[in-house]
Nanobody, 125 residues
Framework: QVQLVESGGGLVQAGGSLRLSCAASGRTFRSYAMAWFRQTPGKEREFVAAISSKGDSTAYADSVKGRFTISRGNVKTPVYLQMNSLKPEDTAVYYC??????????????????WGQGTQVTVSS
């Protein structure tokens, strides 16, 4: 059974940091671009960051550029999201996602085929 499981979320004060991890099981995703998205109640899921299969190309939403860093890991934990200088507006459920076809690290929800269940990140002011 293919599964992505996010971890590392929690409650942090504004200006603090968190590191999210995405664990994979059931198959390897190292050949595919992966991404992080986030969602708040009543809003559509929004792009945060994406990374190519080899980790040599990344993309970020303007709202997180310079504060968040996406990186590749190993087979069991293929992607991370380091979040620094967190702001209250970063509060959301964060999801990791992966393509299962070759392609660029895009920013559209429809480009990704498998999703985790999400981890809550809450930033207090």
């Amino acid at each position: 059974q293919v599964q992505l499981v996010e971890s590392g979320g929690g409650l942090v004060q504004a200006g603090g940091s968190l590191r999210l991890s995405c664990a994979a099981s059931g198959r390897t995703f190292r050949s595919y671009a992966m991404a992080w998205f986030r969602q708040t109640p009543g809003k559509e899921r929004e792009f945060v960051a994406a990374i190519s299969s080899k980790g040599d190309s990344t993309a970020y939403a303007d709202s997180v550029k310079g504060r968040f860093t996406i990186s590749r890991g190993n087979v069991k934990t293929p992607v991370y999201l380091q979040m620094n200088s967190l702001k209250p507006e970063d509060t959301a459920v964060y999801y990791c996602a992966t393509r299962t076809t070759l392609g660029a690290a895009g920013s559209l929800v429809g480009e990704y085929d498998y999703w985790g269940q999400g981890t809550q990140v809450t930033v207090s002011s």
